[in-house]
């Protein structure tokens, strides 16, 4: 947390404190076991905007009065860290990216051709697969008749037994 | 383009007695052929001390005065002249110029924060708390009252506390 953003939370700080003290509660929690001062919390964060912006203080100064109204804050600063933004953020995962099935009859040119046993997948690396053999859903269990292993790390898909002409075949993520 | 003047004046933290002032005035008169800067204290006294205005050339923008030994509610008054020394324009506006106490009470935080439980301290903290009252006021007394002598009689109050401060913190 930068400096700057620290003195905001305090100043943001300071209402909360008061609102939670008011309701002596938390969070719509419990009863605040020891109601900390909002005074005091502007106070620090008056100090700290007048160090940081006089720009006449060190370094070592600063944080250390940083680091303070930091623990001061305590519950109210990550609420205020949350309102201004300056609580970190997650990257959403983008839809789009999931790869398209793949539908193809087995011949001597197809997907996987007449006789295969491996594939490497690139594209469906870290999904999840189903695989559709003449319209019945595929197992990795090696001890039926017929089954496929998949790492969807490496991407390498094996199928037993080998592919046959004429087959229909689908691989869904 | 008409002359509309305009300064903004800033007080260093490092060295609380220098006080930049910038002229940000916009447009252009081509009879004004010089400056100048009066500043005052509540009481009509001078800033710096002994003299009545700072020449300010005009060819030197942003300018450093050297005009506080304290704590200062300040009127500071910029006049843009012409060949004969006669007013063409001229602004004025107030200021609270606290750089020393904002300095000192941000020692006393930071004293605190080094050692949380001082705070336990009725003495300190009560002190404290009026240090920060007086400075809070006497920027307040300029920002929203206009007061010049309100603002003055907060900043001596933590002025003496500065100077006494074995007495109080």
Known sequence: MTTAQAITN????????VLYNKKQSIFNGGALAAPKSPVHIQMVSDALNWGYTGGAQTDADIDTVKNYL???????????????GSGGSVIPINPSLTPSRIDFIVDGSSFIPNGGTSKVISQMIGYEISFVRGGLVQSTISTEPTYISWNKVTGLLTITPALVTGELISIIP | MSFTPLFTVAQSAATPNSVTITDTSTGSDAAIVSRRIKARDCFGNYLPSGSQYTSWPLATNPIAVDMLTKDTAASITVEWLDSGNNVLYS???????CEYGKQF???????????????????FSAN??????????????????QSL???????????EMQNNQTMYF
Do not use: K, M, V
């Open chain 2, 128 to 145: 404290l708390s009026l240090f920060w009252t007086y400075l809070i006021g006497a920027i307040n007394a300029i920002s929203t009252g």
């Open chain 1, 70 to 84: 930091i623990w001061l804050t305590g519950i109210f600063g990550l609420e205020a860290s949350a309102s201004t």
């Open chain 1, 10 to 17: 305090g100043f943001i700080s300071t209402h909360l404190c």
């Open chain 2, 149 to 159: 002598s309100g603002s003055q009689n907060l900043l001596d109050l933590e002025t």
């Open chain 2, 105 to 123: 009470y941000f020692y006393l935080i930071q004293q605190l924060a080094q050692r949380p439980a001082t705070l336990q301290d009725s003495f």
């Open chain 2, 91 to 97: 602004l004025e506006n107030t200021f609270c110029l």
